[in-house]
């Protein structure tokens, strides 16, 4: 096994403020950034504060900025920078810090709350749907979301407006609400509830102008873009001129 020295920066701080410590630390074969921040907190940093569970890409906990990029660092190998590169690690930007590479990062929890949830058909019981395989697909490929934050980080709608946060639901939600617009089963709009609009009114899907750094940083390769947040678009816009929709609102105003 070989082994070299790297050297690292690392956000070292709080609320309060902080800035970049320098750290040289021994780096193995095989390596991932955060057994390199292991190592440091067993041997230099005792105090570092920094969020994992899996080390396997799975939780979604130990989303960081690496070198100014969204990653996972659980799944960000050593190998990926040259051995005289200087690795400098700091927290997700658009959140705000409690300590070190920890951040608060309950703006998507409560954006989350903001989606109402699945409406099951009337008349039909659990085991009795039946859907198009390309139905299934969709949502199952939505679903390998392990909510790690990396695209709602990364997004310029709130990463350079904190103001647009009130409005905005970000990628992972708009995603979240396209998953449920498409699906053939979902009972919403009998029940009087309008996804697209909400889409539109509530969830800020118009400040979305398509950068799609959201999908290039998606550590589970979800076409966040292309497959969820262009079609709820094309959806929302189709509804908002069909004859139909534009002569209702006009009935219902009166
Ligand atoms: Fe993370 Fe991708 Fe889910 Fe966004 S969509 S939270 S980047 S896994
Ligand atoms: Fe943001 Fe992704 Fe749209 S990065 S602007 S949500 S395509
Ligand atoms: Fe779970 Fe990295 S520790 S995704």
Not at 28 to 35: A, C, F, Q, R, T
Not at 40 to 48: E, I, N, R, Y
Not at 97 to 106: A, E, P
Not at 210 to 223: A, N, Q, W
């Amino acid at each position: 096994m070989s082994s070299y020295e790297a050297r690292f920066k690392v956000w070292r701080g709080d609320a309060q403020g902080g800035g970049l410590e320098d750290f040289k630390v021994e780096v193995n074969d095989g390596e991932v950034v955060l057994d390199i921040i292991h190592r440091l907190q067993a041997t230099q940093a005792p105090d570092l504060a920094v969020r994992w569970n899996c080390k396997a890409g799975k939780c979604g906990s130990c989303s960081a900025e690496i070198n100014g990029r969204p990653r996972l660092m659980c799944m960000t190998r050593m190998s990926v920078f040259t051995r005289e590169e200087t690795v400098t690690v700091t927290p997700l930007r658009t959140f705000p810090v409690i300590r070190d590479l920890v951040t608060d990062v309950g703006y998507n929890y409560a954006k989350a709350r903001e989606v109402p949830s699945f409406v099951p058909p009337a008349g039909l019981g659990p085991g009795e749907y039946r859907m198009f395989q390309e139905d299934v697909d969709r949502p199952q490929e939505f679903r390998k979301c392990i909510e790690c934050f990396l695209c709602q980080d990364v997004c310029h709608v709130v990463r350079d407006h904190e103001d647009n946060k009130q409005a905005y639901a970000g990628p992972r939600f708009l995603m979240r609400v396209a998953e449920l617009d498409m699906h053939p089963l979902d009972a919403a709009a009998e029940a009087g509830l309008d996804r697209k609009r909400a889409a539109q009114d509530d969830h800020g899907l118009g400040y979305c102008n398509i950068t799609k750094c959201c999908t290039e940083v998606c550590p589970e390769g979800i076409r966040i873009t292309d497959n969820a947040l262009i079609p709820l678009k094309e959806r929302a816009v189709d509804r908002k001129y069909d004859p139909l929709v534009w002569l209702g609102s006009k009935i219902r105003r009166r």
